[in-house]
């Protein structure tokens, strides 16, 4: 199984922008498709962007414009970029594969979008 560790979340005002990162570790992070998911309070888990392991990549159309996916294979690494936030990307943001069955969950790291 693969650990994932992401980070890089914090507060910021609409408009603002955030850059997630998410640590694999395992090299076999790169032969994996990946994923970027959130979870708002009281909803259910999200996919947001995904990039498969030769890096072509797709978006929810929720963020699709505002969001960029990418990897670095070398450094077994995940971003997303995020751009033009708003109140509605507030969420915990989770990395892991982008089709199942799913390696262990990590912690996440809190996006919180308020003026």
């Known amino acids: 199984q693969v650990q994932f560790v992401e980070s890089g979340g914090g507060s910021v005002q609409p408009g603002g922008s955030l850059r997630l990162s998410c640590a694999a570790s395992?090299?076999?992070?790169?032969?994996?498709?990946m994923a970027w998911y959130r979870q708002a309070p009281g909803k259910q888990r999200e996919l947001v962007a995904t990039?498969?392991?030769?890096?072509?990549?797709n978006y929810a159309d929720s963020v699709k414009g505002r969001f960029a996916i990418s990897r670095d294979n070398a450094k077994r690494m995940l971003y997303l970029q995020m751009n033009s936030l708003t109140p509605e990307d507030t969420a915990v943001y989770y990395c892991n594969v982008g089709v199942g069955p799913f390696h262990p969950w990590g912690q996440g790291t809190q996006v919180t979008v308020s003026s």
């Open positions: 990039i498969t392991s030769d890096g072509s990549t």
């Open positions: 395992r090299s076999i992070f790169s032969l994996y498709d």
